[in-house]
Each structure stands twice: as C-alpha cells, then as structure tokens.
C-alpha cells in the first residue's frame, strides 16, 4: 500500500512527538520545522513557541548553547556535543546532516536527551569517593595520635569535650563513672583512662557485674582461702580486686550489683581493704576505680535499689557519653576504621561501595558503636565479593533504601558492574526516574512537568516499562 503525503506527515509529527529523544529538524537556513513540543520547556521555552524561529537567533539569546542543528549546518557532517541550559540542564545532543540528490544539504536533524539527573548521579557518586578517601585519611591520623592500644576515633564536638576530661583526670585516682546506653564504647574509654594513667603499665581488671551469679560474686570478687567451702580449689584463688592491685579495676554495669554486694564492695573503697572467704587477715589493695552503667542511678536510689552512699562514692567524675545517633559525624570515621580493623583481622581486602557508606551514615544504630562493628564484621566474613553494596547489609539497614537522598545511583554501578553496555545502564536509570515519577505525581500531566519530558512521551515510557513501576 501506497502512503500518501498526508499520512507520512501525521506519521511523521508522531515519530517526532512521542520519541524518547528531543527531535529537531531545521532547513539549509537554520529555521526550525519540526520539533517536539513539550521538550522545549528544558529550554526555557513554552511549547510551540520555536516553530518558524532561526536556531542562530537561539544561540545568539543563549536558548542553545551551542546550536547543534547550527554545528551540523557548518561543519556539514554528523557533530555530538554537550549543551548547557538557561535552565541549568546538562543535554547531550547528536545533529545529522540531510543531502540531496545532488549533494546539497537541505536539513538538519538533532537528537537530543537530558543528561542532568545522571550527571548529577556521577558527580554525587564522585564526591562520595572523595570522602571516602578523606575519611581512610582521617582515621590514619586518629589511629596515629589516639590514646594506647584502645582506639576510640571521633570527631565530633560531644567526644572532644568528652576526651578533654579524660585528659584531665587520667593521670589522677579519681573514680569515674561512665554513663550511657549499651554499646556507646563505656569499656573502651575505660581502657584509655588506663592507657593514659600513671598505671598504665600495671592490671587492667574489667568485671561485668551482669554476668556473675550473686551467689559466686562473693568468691570471684575477694576470692577464698583453700578448704574455705565445698568444691574450693586447694590452692585457694585470688579475687578479681586483688587482681587489681596496683592497676586499675573497671566494673561495667555496676547497676546491676545486688543490695548486699554494695555493701561489701562500699567497704572496700573505703577501707581499701579485702578480705578473702575463709581468711583470717585482711589483705590491703591500692587499685583505681573507673565503673559503668546504662542505668539511671539517681533513680535507683530513689528507688532504694541502689545505696546513696556508694553512689556518692563512685559519682566523682561522672561522664555522660552520647549515643552514636548523637553524633553523626563520627558515624563514618567509625565505619572506616572497623572496615580497616576487620580486613587486617581476617586478612581481607573489602571495600564499601560508596553509597554503602551513605547507608550506614544514615542509619540510628540503636546498638550504638557494638552494633556498627558488628555489622563491619558481618558483611566482611559473609560477602563474597570484594565491593559491599547496600543489598548485601542486613535487613534493618536495607529497609532504608527505600530512595534515600542522593543514593538512588548505587543501582547505576551495579548494573555496570554487571558489563551491561549503556544503553542498558541508561534505561536502567530512566526506568528509575519513571518510577519515581509515577510515585510522586498524580497525573502524567504532572509526571511530564516534573521529567521535563513531553506527556506523549510519558505514556510511551509507561507502557514501556508496565510491570515494573
């Protein structure tokens, strides 16, 4: 069947209105005839408003910057180039030269496509991996200067305060208590006050108060004397205090003493004396108290669970640590410096993808600086592959990747890893941005504006992808 001019025309204007890319036709002279409507809003015009209009006068009003359908005229051959909107889009452009029978170039035709979203994705992608760097930096530094063989790394204003007194007070006997939920680091701050003290080369006894049956307590804290009960070593043991001695005994969890233990180990302060089950003669301990809690002791001993008079005793240099979702900025030196820890540990070589890094900055991590090196660990010894990308956490974190800002690229560079060639990359991301549109917005209209694309073009790009939006 044989078309006639009029449907090749209406065919024509079709192509133009529905394609994917913006499509431009000029004559030798640089008028533009074709064009679709609704692609010109990225310019900064209204639709229909550049029909019959010259594309040098366009390129002479910084509309198009430059002109490919002008390049083409010019150069008379195929020219590719970037063009940067009044809009302040980013538009790779392809211009094809038309000749006729005799030679003569009688159009121009372009191809264009807004590039903006992905190249605000690469160069978001590329700051990420500047931080990244600075971050490996950083820790390097904060390793090199922090206190011991107990790194605790920050940079936030909170644990600056927080160290200063440490600094302070280190090289004193003054008891300190620190305060704080599980998992903050309450027993590697414990270990740096030692670090830096004057017993620093002496015992560092650390005791959970938790995990000691009341029953044993007695035993394991001030040890017996042999034949002192049955089923005791014939040697006797010495207790975890007079292990201390001379050094520094840290007691975590110290809220969880029973009443009657309080006591005995009140006495023990005070007198800095012990006495082991079944002796008969005091034995004298010289030991620096540091203790922990992520109770509220006040209350306990308004509660009458915990004696007023040994929290007088151990609230001399009390020190509030704060939650990691207190302090953000430390989130990523942290990761940095576990992700280093556990690769040396295991003798791996993991990296985290960039936005792997964005993932756990963002997250609250209720199980505060435990929880953070945990995960680090997990992901190390269970990943497969080198690079960790954000699928591979566990789900709590994986809940927040339900479009967190600037992440929506992770995707890209996987699909990359996977050899996918550009075109399917680029679909890739044009199928994400049509998702997220359709999410957004109510009508195609409003997807349309919000795209910069035409309606028609909205639709195609709807059926395009039905299923997966």
């Known amino acids: 069947?044989?078309?006639?001019?009029?449907?090749?025309?209406?065919?024509?204007?079709?192509?133009?209105?529905?394609?994917?890319?913006?499509?431009?036709?000029?004559?030798?002279?640089?008028?533009?005839?074709?064009?679709?409507?609704?692609?010109?809003?990225?310019?900064?015009?209204?639709?229909?408003?550049?029909?019959?209009?010259?594309?040098?006068?366009?390129?002479?009003?910084?509309?198009?910057?430059?002109?490919?359908?002008?390049?083409?005229?010019k150069e008379e051959k195929y020219v590719r180039a970037m063009?940067?909107?009044?809009?302040?889009?980013?538009?790779?452009?392809?211009?094809?030269p038309v000749f006729n029978h005799s030679g003569r170039l009688i159009r121009a035709i372009s191809f264009s496509q807004d590039q903006t979203e992905i190249l605000n994705l690469q160069s978001q992608y590329k700051q990420l991996q500047q931080k990244i760097k600075g971050y490996q930096t950083e820790v390097e530094e904060l390793r090199g200067k922090n206190l011991g063989q107990h790194?605790?790394?920050?940079?936030?204003?909170?644990?600056?305060?927080?160290?200063?007194?440490?600094?302070?007070v280190a090289k004193t006997d003054a008891t300190i208590l620190f305060l704080g939920a599980s998992g903050v680091g309450k027993s590697t701050l414990a270990r740096a006050v030692h670090d830096q003290c004057l017993r620093k080369t002496e015992p560092f006894i650390e005791v959970n108060c938790s995990t000691i049956p009341e029953t044993l307590f007695e035993s394991e804290m001030f040890g017996y004397e042999p034949g002192s009960f049955t089923g005791a070593h014939k040697t006797g043991k010495q207790g975890l205090i007079e292990q201390a001695?001379?050094?520094?005994?840290?007691?975590?969890?110290?809220?969880?003493?029973?009443?009657?233990?309080?006591?005995?180990?009140?006495?023990?302060?005070?007198?800095?004396?012990?006495?082991r089950i079944g002796a008969k003669n005091e034995r004298h301990v010289n030991f620096r108290l540091i203790t922990a809690t992520n109770q509220d002791l006040g209350k306990m001993v308004n509660e009458g669970r915990f004696r007023l008079d040994l929290f007088y005793r151990l609230n001399v240099i009390p020190l509030?640590?704060?939650?990691?979702?207190?302090?953000?900025?430390?989130?990523?030196?942290?990761?940095?410096?576990?992700?280093?820890?556990m690769n040396e540990k295991y003798q791996t070589s993991k990296k985290l993808q960039p936005s792997t890094y964005e993932v756990l900055s963002n997250y609250d991590w209720p199980?505060?600086?435990?929880?953070?090196?945990?995960?680090?660990?997990?992901?190390?010894?269970?990943?497969?592959?080198?690079?960790?990308?954000?699928?591979?956490?566990?789900?709590?974190?994986?809940?927040?990747?339900?479009?967190?800002?600037?992440?929506?690229?992770?995707?890209?560079?996987?699909?990359?890893?996977?050899?996918?060639?550009?075109?399917?990359?680029?679909?890739?991301?044009?199928?994400?941005?049509?998702?997220?549109?359709?999410?957004?917005?109510?009508?195609?209209?409003?997807?349309?504006?919000?795209?910069?694309?035409?309606?028609?073009?909205?639709?195609?790009?709807?059926?395009?992808?039905?299923?997966?939006?």
């Not at 980013?90 to 211009?95: A, I, L, N, P, Q």
Request: aromatic share 8%.
């Open 1 to 73: 069947m044989i078309l006639n001019s009029n449907t090749l025309e209406m065919e024509l204007n079709k192509i133009i209105e529905t394609s994917n890319n913006n499509i431009t036709i000029t004559d030798e002279n640089g008028i533009i005839l074709r064009s679709n409507p609704n692609h010109w809003i990225m310019y900064g015009l209204k639709p229909d408003s550049y029909i019959g209009k010259s594309v040098y006068q366009f390129e002479e009003e910084g509309v198009l910057s430059p002109s490919i359908n002008a390049l083409v005229l």
């Open 83 to 96: 063009q940067h909107t009044k809009t302040g889009r980013v538009v790779m452009s392809t211009g094809f």
């Open 151 to 168: 790194p605790f790394l920050f940079r936030s204003t909170s644990m600056q305060q927080i160290f200063k007194t440490i600094s302070r």
């Open 245 to 275: 001695d001379n050094g520094t005994l840290f007691l975590d969890e110290i809220g969880e003493l029973p009443l009657a233990i309080q006591v005995k180990l009140l006495k023990v302060l005070q007198e800095k004396k012990i006495m």
């Open 320 to 341: 509030q640590i704060p939650a990691l979702t207190e302090r953000k900025e430390d989130i990523p030196i942290l990761i940095q410096h576990y992700l280093q820890m």
């Open 367 to 469: 199980g505060n600086v435990r929880e953070l090196e945990n995960i680090i660990e997990r992901v190390v010894l269970t990943i497969e592959e080198d690079t960790i990308y954000p699928q591979h956490l566990p789900f709590p974190l994986r809940q927040t990747l339900k479009e967190p800002v600037g992440n929506e690229y992770w995707n890209l560079e996987k699909k990359n890893a996977g050899k996918k060639s550009l075109k399917e990359t680029l679909e890739e991301v044009e199928k994400h941005l049509i998702k997220r549109a359709f999410e957004e917005c109510k009508t195609t209209y409003e997807m349309a504006k919000y795209l910069g694309i035409s309606q028609p073009s909205v639709i195609y790009k709807m059926k395009k992808y039905q299923g997966e939006l």
